[in-house]
């Protein structure tokens, strides 16, 4: 057996069939809507509106499918106003852990499958260093990625690098005529930062080498080979670097994923023509630029999507445009996402429009601006240095692992230094990543690494804490040679706790189908903190290795065991390292 129903599944069909006994007919489809429950396992509230479509009083109605349902095996109360509570057997509870054990991947159904997903993430800008922003876009997208995989969807990764661009210019000709200015090798990001503003406060001041300048952007759209071989280097340097980032944020992007957007300078024209020749693009004061219906600005003039501008460059918006005919005529999308800051969703809502009219994104096919907040200092504005400048990337993850590191010296332990520093480099960065994470996508957030890094609350720590928790009593168990293989006898008591426990262990596919579908990964985040939390219930209220009875002993062992494997793979699909001792 490989997929395995979850209960709350069952419970749900079961309800479904009782009520299509009870009800007619045309009434036979009512949603159950079942729901754990405080006062049982699951509460189901769909007999009420049924019963008001009879006329009939809710209560009466709610016995009769309670009968039913206790006939196929539900222990069920109806309640005065109409609500089933319904409580699993015992075995039924016992025999899911059994089953999810003996499953490949915790036996989760990929709900996926058949689709292909482009996740466009991560998408920094060459010869500029990698900021907060990015890192909200590399983290998110990368966990999407992680989770649709995760249920069967092909995920091809997009990572569209700003490599193209009229800068490109202005910055060449600085390199040129300062060669004593060195930017390659180690520290090479910074370094072309500082040379990047230095050439943008020359163009401003200086008139002769904004046209020196202008001319560069000429040579290099027309193929010069000197000003190219140095645009070749700028690129291969930048993505060096952002990939030493991603190695270390255990991000799944590659050099193969990037597909910056000067692959697809060749097709602009041609998208701009046929734009002009359907009359979605048209001449606005020298620029070629397309409207959309209802899109005005705070003037009340509709605001334009300019696809060439008055100098007769092409831009952002016409690149949109023809990386997204290619990701569905070549990469034969079925669902296309941008993991992309907030502050492009006009951008983004105006190129899918404009997509559609032109017939390159077909109505089958979806197009989503998946937005997030802006991250914060502490004093609640734009996350920047003392100075005002953006904060580095790897500055952050460095002090972010610093903090780790003296938080979990302060805790005993017996690891060795080598040890010692790979799971405070584990923590430290899943630190980062869970904060940003678990907070609602679309909203702002501080960056606080003491919050990040607490032992303590909803942070990653925590939850590699209770994951290495799990493993050091199954390595106890082991140690003292308890048999790690003897069955889940299904007709052993279940502790509430355990109840509890085994109940939300059952759930991680819905969770995961539940972040596919919104696109919220802080669910999965929120997810896991439950399971910690029902766990650490369960540890308290019933002895494992200590059980007075081997049955007992081993039931317990085996809600070890998958709560060790729920969390891993929770974790896993995060982008999170989960240590097997802390
Ligand atoms: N490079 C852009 C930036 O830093 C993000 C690109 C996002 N992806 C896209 N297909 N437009 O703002």
């Known amino acids: 057996m490989s ?33 754990r429950s405080d006062r049982a396992d699951y509460q189901s509230n769909g007999v009420l509106p049924a019963a008001k479509n009879l006329g009939l009083p809710a209560a009466s109605v709610a016995i009769d499918v309670a009968k039913e349902l206790i006939e196929s095996g539900l222990p069920t109360l109806g309640s005065g106003p109409g609500f089933l509570n319904i409580t699993v057997p015992a075995p039924t ?32 800008n060459v010869a500029k260093e990698m900021h907060v922003g990015h890192l909200r876009s590399t983290i998110i997208g990368d966990t999407l990625a992680r989770v649709l995989t995760h249920l069967g969807a092909t995920v091809v990764r997009q990572n569209h690098v700003g490599d193209w661009g009229t800068q490109f210019g202005m910055l060449i000709q600085f390199i040129d005529e300062h060669p004593e200015q060195t930017w390659q090798g180690e520290a090479s990001m910074s370094a072309l930062d500082a040379l990047y503003r230095a050439a943008r406060a020359e163009f401003d001041k200086d008139p002769d080498f904004a046209d020196r300048s202008r001319a560069r952007v000429v040579a290099l759209q027309s193929g010069d080979a000197a000003t190219l071989a140095t645009w070749r280097e700028l690129v291969a340097e930048s993505e060096a670097a952002f990939q030493a980032v991603y190695d270390r944020l255990g991000i799944l992007l590659t050099l193969d994923d990037a597909d910056g957007e000067s692959r697809y300078n060749a097709d602009l024209p041609g998208v701009v023509d046929e734009l002009v020749a359907r009359g979605i693009a048209v001449d606005s004061g020298g620029a070629l630029c397309a409207f959309t219906d209802g899109v005005v600005g705070p003037d009340g003039d509709p605001v334009p999507l300019i696809v060439r501008k008055k100098d007769g460059g092409f ?24 993991v992309v800051d907030a502050r492009q969703a006009l ?17 089958n096919v979806d197009a989503t601006h998946v937005p997030f907040g802006t991250v914060l200092g502490a004093d609640g504005k734009p996350f920047k240095t003392r100075d005002g400048g953006t904060v580095r990337l790897t500055d952050l993850l460095d002090q972010a692992v610093a903090r780790a590191r003296a938080e979990l010296a302060k805790k005993d332990h017996d690891l060795s230094p080598e040890e010692f520093e790979h799971i405070a480099q584990a923590a430290g960065i899943g630190a980062v990543k869970y904060a940003d994470l678990s907070n609602t996508r679309t909203k702002d957030y501080v960056f606080d690494v003491d919050r990040m890094v607490a032992l303590n609350g909803n942070t990653g720590v925590y939850l590699q804490y209770a994951h290495a928790r799990v493993r050091s009593i199954l390595r106890k168990a082991a140690d003292v040679g308890i048999p790690a293989d003897r069955p889940v006898d299904p007709d052993l008591p279940l502790h509430p706790a355990e109840r509890a426990l085994a109940l939300t262990l059952d759930e991680l596919a819905a969770t995961l189908d539940d972040v596919a579908g919104t696109l919220e990964p802080h669910r999965l985040c929120g997810y896991l903190f439950g399971l910690a939390r029902a766990y650490t219930e369960f540890y308290e209220q019933c002895p494992v290795l200590r059980a007075d009875d081997d049955g007992v002993r081993a039931n317990r062992l085996a809600l070890c065991e998958l709560t060790g494997r729920t969390l891993a793979t929770g974790l896993d699909l995060l982008g999170i390292v989960a240590p097997d001792r802390m």
């Open 347 to 363: 951008h983004f809502r105006m190129v899918f429009d404009v997509a559609r009219r032109a017939g390159w994104l077909p109505d």
């Open 93 to 124: 509870v016992w025999r899911q852990v059994a089953a999810r054990l003996a499953a490949k991947d915790l036996g989760i159904t990929p709900t996926r499958h058949g689709e292909r997903t482009v996740i466009d993430y991560s998408a920094p």
């Open 3 to 35: 997929h395995v129903v979850a209960i709350q599944d069952q419970v749900e069909a079961a309800v479904q069939a009782a009520l299509s006994q009870v009800l007619p007919a045309e009434l036979a489809g009512t949603d159950p809507v079942v729901r």
């Open 315 to 338: 831009g952002y918006a016409a690149t949109d445009l023809a990386t997204l005919r290619l990701r569905v005529d070549e990469y034969r999308a079925t669902r296309i996402l941008y």
